[in-house]
């Protein structure tokens, strides 16, 4: 997932693999402008139950305040939102 032409600061490959297991999980919906975005409760849900992460409850709530913190996703009324880097 590291992309040296990704403008987003780079982050640890664990928290990087919940962005991907995230990314696999979030919709397109048509009034966003096929945004793809997931509820949060439902991201932490995905990243709690998903054999390949093993993660515990502060472990997820860790990777989302990263992610946010820069710039994978943005949160718009407890929706996550994909932020696509510029090309």
Do not use: K
């Amino acid at each position: 997932m590291n992309d040296s032409t990704d403008p987003r600061p780079p982050l640890s490959e664990w928290i990087l693999d919940a962005y991907d297991v995230l990314c696999m999980h979030c919709l397109s919906s048509d009034d966003r402008e096929d945004v793809p975005s997931i509820p949060r409760e439902q991201a932490l849900e995905i990243l709690l139950r998903t054999d390949d992460l093993a993660f515990e409850p502060e472990d997820a709530n860790y990777a989302l305040t990263r992610l946010l913190e820069r710039g994978y996703f943005y949160e718009v009324d407890d929706e996550l939102r994909v932020t696509e880097p510029e090309s």
